[in-house]
């Protein structure tokens, strides 16, 4: 019987064990450019005892930004910055994918150079507000993206991603999940298109297997992840048919050697989550459904009962930098002060210690 503690072998890349640093936007991303500073590179070096980690959402192109201060991958600047954190990374013996992001709908003109708006598949606002530098602003109505659009939106991605492996990432994960572009397309409250990219399952689907495919083109599926939600309803997002959806989505990765998929449970979802995990026969990360509670300890389970190969942690990773040696040892387990989970400075990011001894 597997543990959380055994390597595992993703698509040849080794894990030293199956604890995942879950993707957590923490916006310092404070250089020029929107580019990565030093201290983030020490923030995720130090969490490096993670099989793998997941990085905060990296939005593939300026349009796709939907929060202040969050680091981009389309520029020069923006790959020698990242570089210094995979650097650090791997000279901690760690294993490090980039997730990019997309947010679509999900931000406003206030965070977007020039007249650039958020885009999304249709013409409809997710309720809420977002915050901006000038404050809270609510979510704007979307430019709903052309046919072309959308085609340069993909190769947004592909080149997001060869610029990722240019950066010294060990692979991608693509932002499918939580109310993002990827699951806009996915889901009927927000992709309200009636030509080929909305309507009908299949034509929902087809954004993100575009994306996917073009991703796999332009850097080898062994380095593609992908991250998704089912019936997450973050964001405004509705899916009454998300099984037959999500087990369509799902059978057409099965064919393309993904490095994973990391399914973001939402509540109530268990059977879903193993109706998923049925139909895939690849590599299955899980960050299972807790709340309201962050993922605990307990989550080892997970894997020793084969829901998943491996399990992610979100929070529990901030005020422990150290979690998999803690999760081996049964504690202690620190607190992090969610006041200081977005924006700042070392406070909260990079101060929390390990264990001593």
Same mark, same amino acid.
């Given at each position: *019987? ?18 995942? *640093? ?58 020698? &910055? ?43 606002? &997710? ?93 080898? @599926? ?43 449970? &939402?509540?109530?979802?268990? &059977? ?18 807790? *709340? ?43 607190? @992090? ?21």
């Amino acid at each position: *019987m597997p543990t959380a503690f055994d390597t595992y072998d993703l698509a040849g890349l080794t894990l030293s064990n199956r604890i995942v *640093m879950a993707p957590m936007t923490r916006s310092r991303a404070y250089g020029d450019g929107a580019t990565p500073t030093p201290l983030m590179a020490t923030y995720y070096a130090q969490r490096a005892g993670a099989g793998l980690i997941v990085t905060e959402g990296i939005q593939p192109s300026v349009v796709g930004q939907g929060y202040p201060d969050t680091p981009g991958l389309h520029s020069d600047a923006q790959i020698d &910055a990242w570089r210094e954190v995979t650097d650090a990374v791997h000279q901690a013996d760690g294993r490090i994918f980039a997730q990019l992001m997309h947010a679509g709908r999900i931000g406003h003109a206030d965070l977007l150079p020039g007249d650039l708006t958020p885009v999304g598949p249709s013409e409809v606002a &997710a309720e809420g507000t977002v915050y901006t530098h000038a404050g809270p602003r609510a979510y704007p109505v979307p430019h709903a993206l052309t046919e072309a659009e959308i085609l340069a939106t993909v190769d947004d991605f592909a080149a997001a991603a060869r610029n990722a492996m240019r950066a010294g990432f060990d692979g991608v994960e693509l932002h499918g999940a939580n109310g993002y572009l990827i699951h806009q397309f996915l889901a009927p409250s927000a992709n309200r298109r009636t030509d080929a990219w909305g309507g009908p399952v299949g034509a929902r689907i087809r954004f993100a297997l575009e994306v996917v495919r073009a991703v796999v083109d332009a850097i080898g @599926a062994e380095h593609v992840g992908i991250r998704l939600s089912p019936r997450m309803p973050f964001q405004s997002i509705v899916e009454p048919d998300a099984e037959d959806t999500y087990l369509a989505l799902v059978r057409e990765f099965d064919g393309l050697g993904l490095a994973y998929l990391h399914i973001a449970e &939402a509540p109530g979802q268990r &059977a879903l989550t193993r109706a998923i995990r049925e139909a895939y026969s690849g590599t299955v990360i899980l960050n299972p459904d807790t *709340m309201p509670a962050p993922t605990g300890p307990d989550a080892v389970a997970l894997i020793e009962n084969g829901l998943a190969d491996l399990v992610s942690w979100g929070a529990l990773f901030l005020a422990n930098p150290d979690l998999p040696r803690r999760l081996a040892q049964g504690g202690p387990f620190a607190q @992090a002060d969610r006041s200081k989970a977005f924006g700042g400075d070392h406070r909260g990011y990079t101060d929390y210690p390990a264990l001593v001894g």
